[in-house]
């Protein structure tokens, strides 16, 4: 995973992305986002953690307790990413406050918006998603105590 996670960093930053003050450069509008080299691993990183371990514990039926704690452990961590994310755009867009603002009737909102709305769900959905691992690795937890 790790070499994984090191090739698409050096397919991104080629040669400068070994040193450490390799960025990258993101324009919005009149605003630039620099965003370091190891940040940019730490996403990834996050990234791949989260979508190997839900494969995992998913093919596992959610019966191994580790891969369930580890996967809870990148869950927290990808909440976290995205709520970084929806900071950033809330810098650059106004960020919905009410449930009025999050519809969509009518036709003024602009893609960061949308992009905005949409991180926030997903942010619900993966808390829901949090909540319900928790629950079934604990369930497993106390049958596996059961049989011991």
Do not use: C, W
């Not at 997903?122 to 629950?135: A, K, P």
């Amino acid at each position: 995973m790790t070499i994984f996670i090191l090739i698409i960093h050096f397919a991104i930053f080629r040669k400068n992305g070994l040193q450490t003050d390799a960025v990258i450069d993101i324009n919005i509008h009149d605003t630039y986002f620099v965003i370091t080299s190891s940040h940019f691993i730490l996403m990834f990183s996050i990234l791949i953690f989260f979508g190997v371990y839900s494969v995992r514990m998913v093919r596992r039926n959610f019966k191994n307790i580790t891969a369930n704690l580890i996967f809870m452990i990148a869950n927290i961590l990808m909440i976290l990413l995205l709520f970084q994310t929806f900071k950033m755009i809330g810098s650059v867009v106004e960020v919905p406050t009410t449930l009025e603002d999050l519809t969509l009737s009518d036709g003024t909102k602009n893609g960061l918006k949308i992009f905005s709305n949409a991180l926030f769900v997903i942010q619900i959905l993966l808390l829901v998603l949090l909540s319900y691992i928790g629950f079934k690795t604990g369930v497993n937890y106390k049958q596996s105590a059961k049989k011991q």
